[in-house]
Every structure is written in structure tokens, then in C-alpha cells.
């Protein structure tokens, strides 16, 4: 045969996921540990980490992968691997991967389109009959929200190793059960090492949950870094009292102090001293004994402290620190905290998100850099591994961590082929 007119060198045709399979897939998941919020007629999901509906959803995702023909692992903190022979199979995997535990008044995209939609990669290599040079994985990692425990991120911190096995496995929730206690009800404590052998890349696609990419009309943001949090479980401790008989010059209302505390916040971000992009949240105020007629003795409460800016959060978080003393004079009342999280900006790999940015315009869609608000288990591989992020827009202003949360089926489609695209460049390093 004349070589002039033999086919090219085969470039493999392009590839490109089951956006509907994609969308059942959620659906089948979003089903386990749902409930009907009363208020709304909404439904939601609750798969608080390592509660039974957790397990439930975790053995429902295992038994995908194994239908993916993946080769699943578990690790001694509960994170799950799903494996894909590479051809070159001893070289370090492509990860991708997320979350399936949830807030408690969650929807069904958060994390879970990360998990399944590399679930939905993998089936699509299979479809094609695609190898790749690496081993590809699929993985979801234990308490990410940090709803149930406290801190979020837990199971990629500690397979990453921020976090000692011990100290994530003595944590207790608030009901004083322990993580290990938790992963053992549920069967998850598993044989692998909780140190996780670095990955070449790990990729994770993500739910945006904020209202930016929607609001530009975009079809995807390339992530290019998370930005740093802090987070203080506040106790304030007065005393309780009659609020008939207790005049009010003789009181020490932890109540009241909570609500200063909360108002500096405001007043903090309002100041501009930190710029416009400092963000602070008490999201929980739990007043104890919590009567209308007792004035609270004690007062747990959150903060949550935000900003790309490292330099700029610590200076927000000593600001915080030393208010917490001068309420606690004020009101005559003893505030202690505890730090639950502290994590820098971190920066996502400039190769990744280059890889990202091509597959996006290759596919015409539109996507701009974005940096993440919110924490994600991507940063914690990004220790180990050059690590990116695909956000997808979300309608209802990207409202998440609620029962409206909710990207429609091309939105996940077209994040999961961007991802498909961007594993298959790296696995064939
Ligand atoms: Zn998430």
C-alpha cells in the first residue's frame, strides 16, 4: 500500500461521557438518606459521615465501581479507591474523585457529581475498549464536609497526611462518638494504608456552589485555587438565670455574648480593612438550656473566617481572637475557642488548569478562572500530587448545602467530558 494514502497514525476518536447515565446515576444516589423538609416540600439528603445512611450510599457507590469493573479498595480512615489497570500498570495512577458524605440538609450535587461522574469516566473508557498508559482511580474520601466531626476535609487529610490516624480517629461527635467507633458501625475501616501513595494528578469536579459562573452565563470555571479558611468552635460560658427575677445588672448572658461576637463579624468584612473579599459566618448559635424564660448559662457557636489572602485572614483571625476577650469583660462571661480548621490558599497546578482551559475550548465551552470558595478534598491532594478542579454552575444562584441545590444534566455533562478529556491527556503521560 502506497503510505501516501494510508490512514493516519490513529489519534483515537474523541470520547464522550452518558450525560443522561451521568444524571441517573445522581438521582440513584441522591435517593439514599433523603428526606421531604417539612417547611418546603423539597427533597433533600442527609448522609451525615458515617451515619448508617452513609454506609448505605458508600455501598451503593462501591458496588457502581465494581460494575465499572474497578477494583476496590478501602483505607484505614474509610476512603474508597476503584481501580483501572493501566497499560503500563506499575506507573502512579490519575485520580479523580470527591466526596458522597453530605451536610444535613443537603442536595444531591455536592461531591457526589465528582464521585460519580469519575465513575461515568470510567465507563465510558470501558464503552470505547480505551486503555490508558496509567492506572486510573476513582475515589471517595471520609467526612469532607466536617458536618458530623468537625473537621472537613478529614479522610483526604489524612491520606495525605496533615492529619495522624490517631488524632482523626479519637474525634467525637457531638453525641461523643468516635470516628473510629463510626467507620467500624459501618464497616469501613479498611486494610489499605491510610497514606496514600502520591498520585501522578488528581482531579476532582465540582458543583461551583455559588452564584458567579451562572450569573456570567459560563459553562465552567477553571479552578485555580482554594481560598484559606479558619474556622473556631466558641464556648461561652455565663450564668443561667431566671429571666423574671434576675435583674438584668446582675446577669452574665452568654446569649448576648454570642450575638456581639456575630455582629463583629459583620462589622469586620463592613470595615474594608481586609479588603472585599473577607467573608465571615457564626453558623451555629446553640444557647443552653435554650428557654424563653432562662437567660443562657452557655453558648456554643461557630465562626468561620474567609480569604484568598492568607496574610490577610490571619490579620482578620487575631482581630476575632482579641474581641473574644473584650466581650468576655464586657459581659462578665468566659469565652474560650478551639481552632477546627485552619488551611492556607491553596494554588491548584498551573499544568492542570492549562489541561483544564484546552479540553474547555476544545469543546466550545465557556469558562473563565474562578478561585473556590468553599474547602475541598482537592486541596488537600494538592500536597501530594499536582492537583486541579472543574467547577460546574449551579442554577438557583448556586445555592448548595440545601435541597435546591441543582446543576441540570448538560451542566454535569459538560464538567464530566471536560474531566474525561483532561484524565485521558494525563493518563497517557
Ligand atoms: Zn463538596
Not at 445522581?26 to 451515619?51: K, M
Not at 466531626?149 to 478529614?154: A, N, Q
Not at 479519637?170 to 473510629?180: E, F, K, L, N
Not at 431566671?242 to 446582675?250: F, I, N, R, V
Request: hydrophobic share 45%; glycine share 10%.
Amino acid at each position: 500500500m502506497n503510505p501516501e494514502n494510508a490512514p493516519a497514525p490513529s489519534s483515537p476518536a474523541p470520547l464522550s461521557i452518558q450525560g443522561d447515565r451521568l444524571y441517573r446515576s445522581l438521582a440513584a444516589l441522591g435517593e439514599i438518606g433523603s428526606y421531604v423538609d417539612p417547611h418546603t416540600g423539597l427533597t433533600g439528603v442527609c448522609r451525615l459521615a458515617l451515619t448508617a445512611a452513609d454506609g448505605a450510599g458508600r455501598r451503593h457507590v462501591v458496588a457502581e465501581m465494581r460494575a465499572a469493573g474497578l477494583e476496590v479498595t478501602v483505607d484505614r480512615i474509610g476512603n474508597v479507591f476503584g481501580r483501572r489497570a493501566g497499560r503500563d500498570d506499575a506507573l502512579a495512577p490519575v485520580m479523580m474523585g470527591s466526596h458522597i458524605d453530605s451536610v444535613a440538609t443537603a442536595g444531591r450535587f455536592d461531591g457526589c457529581l465528582g464521585v460519580l461522574g469519575a465513575i461515568e469516566v470510567v465507563r465510558t473508557l470501558n464503552d470505547a475498549g480505551r486503555t490508558t498508559r496509567r492506572p486510573v482511580v476513582a475515589a471517595f474520601f471520609t467526612e469532607e464536609e466536617g458536618a458530623r466531626f468537625g473537621t472537613d476535609m478529614l479522610g483526604s487529610a489524612v491520606a495525605t497526611g496533615r492529619i495522624p490516624l490517631a488524632d482523626a480517629y479519637a474525634i467525637r461527635d457531638r453525641h461523643g462518638r468516635t470516628v473510629r467507633e463510626e467507620l467500624e458501625a459501618i464497616a469501613f475501616v479498611g486494610e489499605r494504608s491510610e497514606l496514600l501513595e502520591p498520585p501522578h494528578a488528581y482531579l476532582e469536579c465540582h458543583v461551583e456552589q455559588g452564584p458567579v459562573l451562572r450569573a456570567a452565563g459560563l459553562d465552567l470555571g477553571v479552578v485555580t485555587g482554594v481560598q484559606a479558611i479558619c474556622w473556631h468552635e466558641v464556648t461561652i460560658v455565663g450564668k443561667s438565670a431566671h429571666a423574671g427575677t434576675t435583674p438584668m445588672s446582675l446577669r452574665a448572658d452568654a446569649g448576648v455574648a454570642a450575638a456581639r461576637i456575630n455582629l463583629k463579624l459583620r462589622e469586620l468584612v463592613a470595615s474594608g480593612r481586609f479588603g472585599a473579599e473577607l467573608r465571615a459566618t457564626m453558623g451555629v448559635i446553640a444557647p443552653h438550656p435554650g428557654l424563653i424564660n432562662v437567660v443562657p448559662g452557655r453558648v456554643t457557636c461557630s465562626v468561620d473566617v474567609r480569604n484568598p489572602d492568607d496574610a490577610i485572614l490571619a490579620r482578620a483571625e487575631a482581630e476575632v481572637v482579641a474581641f473574644y476577650d473584650e466581650v468576655a469583660k464586657l459581659e462578665g462571661v468566659s469565652i474560650t475557642h478551639r481552632r477546627t480548621a485552619r488551611t492556607p490558599f491553596v494554588p491548584f497546578a498551573e499544568r492542570l488548569r492549562a489541561l483544564i482551559t484546552a479540553a474547555a475550548a476544545a469543546r466550545g465551552l465557556s469558562h473563565e478562572p474562578i478561585v473556590s470558595g468553599a474547602g475541598h478534598d482537592a486541596q488537600e491532594l494538592a500536597r501530594a500530587c499536582p492537583a486541579g478542579m472543574i467547577f460546574v454552575p449551579g442554577e438557583h444562584d448556586g445555592i448548595s448545602h440545601n435541597p435546591r441545590e441543582l446543576s441540570t444534566s448538560a451542566q454535569c455533562e459538560n464538567g464530566v467530558n471536560v474531566l474525561l478529556d483532561t484524565l485521558l491527556s494525563l493518563a497517557d503521560e
